[in-house]
């Protein structure tokens, strides 16, 4: 499944908006793998659209640098 979010939205879970911290970003792109339509690449860093999110976490679970942080 490319876009995991899609079947996480059917679970109960609270959801949990997310960002990225810019600072943190190193540009691995771990993030734009996992399919997500709100995660988009601007200026060689991450960005998470808060209107396309669903707060399912997924991109903050694969980000080995932690740069992606709930709200």
Same mark, same amino acid.
């Given at each position: 499944?490319?876009?995991?979010c899609?079947?996480?939205?059917?679970l109960?879970?609270?959801p949990?908006?997310?960002?990225? $911290? *810019?600072?943190l970003c190193?540009? &691995?792109?771990? +993030? /734009?793998? !996992?399919?997500?339509?709100?995660?988009?690449?601007?200026?060689?860093?991450?960005?998470? $659209? *808060?209107n396309?999110?669903?707060? &399912?976490?997924? +991109? /903050?679970? !694969?980000?080995p640098?932690?740069?992606?942080?709930?709200?």
């Amino acid at each position: 499944v490319r876009r995991q979010c899609v079947l996480i939205k059917r679970l109960p879970l609270e959801p949990a908006m997310c960002y990225v $911290d *810019r600072d943190l970003c190193t540009s &691995c792109r771990m +993030c /734009l793998r !996992v399919g997500c339509p709100a995660i988009f690449f601007v200026d060689g860093k991450s960005m998470i $659209d *808060r209107n396309q999110c669903v707060g &399912c976490t997924v +991109c /903050l679970q !694969v980000c080995p640098f932690d740069a992606i942080k709930k709200e």
